[in-house]
């Protein structure tokens, strides 16, 4: 994958599975795979129905769905499709989901498209782990998107006040994931793209989080070179399933699957966006867009030694030269990412969304914590300079 000139070696060859422990059974990638994988998937989980949960444009406006609901009824495992979910997953759609996946008797739920589906599948499983006394159901995710909500154990909705919150448990990680790329080809650009950029948030933003081991940061460092390398091959040729199939390795690599207590944020740039986001209509992949390059320009003044060490270090793996200091490698870092959302069309700003700039402030304290933290004011100009 990084690092390897894709000359010397066949991109046919991108298919294969990974197993792990206790929720996550098995991760099968490669064009095509989703006729073989989800079979296999439903033996080893002992499924016997499944909800199919999606978004309204994929349903409505693809093939992509059809022909996830096509192998599900072969299989004789069809449970009906559920296509109400909205951007940020909004708690109707989930208590809507929640109703026909007790209705239809289903017992797995089978997510297609981006991170509101796979979340909001999450959801619907907690609730009915936690309304109805049960267990909590297995899902499978088959993710358009690079947006990686596929490897964590949480889930983001939208409340009934239009809030941001979560639902974590372990047992909530999708027990299988499908990576095909073919199935990505009916995204839109600007969704597929951003989502790329919400990728890279999450891969620099594990080189500073709490908890994540050495190897996992290594493996971001990968992460980062693919995503900068295939996201503009992505934009120039569209159709090219190899460079999908890499990008959705990629996606894969920026959050491994890793065994946390609790869901959470991964840094400052993932909760600026939690907070953009639902408030204002701003999909997941355009938060990233907006929040990440001056994010990591602030760590090069707040971060700690250690963290401006591993951001500095994706330069030798961009190869990019140093700049003689660490805070102006950081620096570098997030001009790097400045470009690439430049280069893939992907500029926007708070006005364009209609974000009211008194309601500034308390944004600031919310993507923080508290109104005394130290970093308060310069997080307060980060959400000022995005107009």
């Not at 609901?69 to 208590?95: C, D, Q, V, W």
């Not at 909590?136 to 690079?146: N, V």
């Not at 994931?177 to 891969?203: F, K, N, Q, Y």
């Not at 569209?238 to 890793?258: E, F, G, H, N, T």
Request: proline content about 5%; glycine content about 8%; hydrophobic content about 40%.
């Amino acid at each position: 994958m990084s690092g390897l000139d894709t000359n010397q070696y066949d991109s046919s060859n991108l298919q294969g599975a990974y197993a792990w422990t206790d929720t996550l059974r098995g991760i099968h990638f490669g064009p095509g795979s989703t006729n073989k994988a989800l079979a296999k998937l439903f033996e080893k989980l002992g499924g016997s129905k499944a909800l199919l949960v999606t978004g309204k444009s994929l349903h409505d406006k693809t093939d992509v769905v059809k022909k996830v609901e096509a192998i599900l009824k072969s299989m004789n495992a069809y449970g009906g499709t559920f296509y109400e979910i909205g951007e940020h997953s909004p708690i109707a759609g989930i208590r809507n989901g929640l109703k026909m996946f007790r209705e239809n008797g289903c017992d797995i739920v089978v997510a297609v498209g981006g991170g509101s589906p796979v979340d909001a599948s999450k959801a619907i499983l907690y609730f009915n782990h936690k309304d109805h006394g049960v267990a909590i159901l297995p899902q499978i995710a088959i993710p358009t998107t690079l947006s990686a909500a596929e490897y964590t154990i949480g889930a983001g909705y939208t409340d009934d006040e239009g809030q941001k919150v979560a639902v974590s448990d372990p047992r909530l990680a999708p027990a299988g994931i499908i990576l095909d790329a073919e199935l990505t080809l009916a995204t839109p650009e600007r969704l597929w793209l951003s989502t790329g950029i919400r990728a890279l948030d999450h891969a620099v933003e594990n080189l500073y989080r709490p908890l994540i081991p050495p190897p996992l940061k290594h493996l971001c460092y990968t992460a980062i070179v693919d995503l900068f390398r295939y996201l503009p091959e992505s934009k120039a040729n569209p159709q090219a399933v190899d460079v999908r199939q890499k990008l959705q390795l990629a996606s894969w690599m920026s959050l491994w699957p890793i065994k946390l207590e609790k869901y959470s944020a991964l840094g400052l740039s993932h909760a600026m966006g939690h907070k953009l986001g639902a408030r204002y209509s701003i999909p997941h992949g355009i938060t990233s867009c907006l929040t990440l390059a001056p994010v990591v320009r602030l760590k090069a003044e707040v971060a700690s030694q250690e963290d401006k060490e591993w951001l500095a270090g994706a330069l030798f793996h961009l190869r990019k030269a140093s700049t003689g200091s660490l805070e102006g490698d950081v620096v570098l870092l997030s001009k790097l990412i400045d470009e690439l959302v430049e280069n893939l069309g992907l500029r926007s700003t708070l006005s364009q969304y209609k974000v009211p700039k008194e309601d500034l402030a308390d944004l600031t304290t919310k993507s923080v914590g508290r109104e005394d933290d130290p970093t308060w004011g310069r997080v307060l100009k980060i959400f000022e300079s995005l107009y």
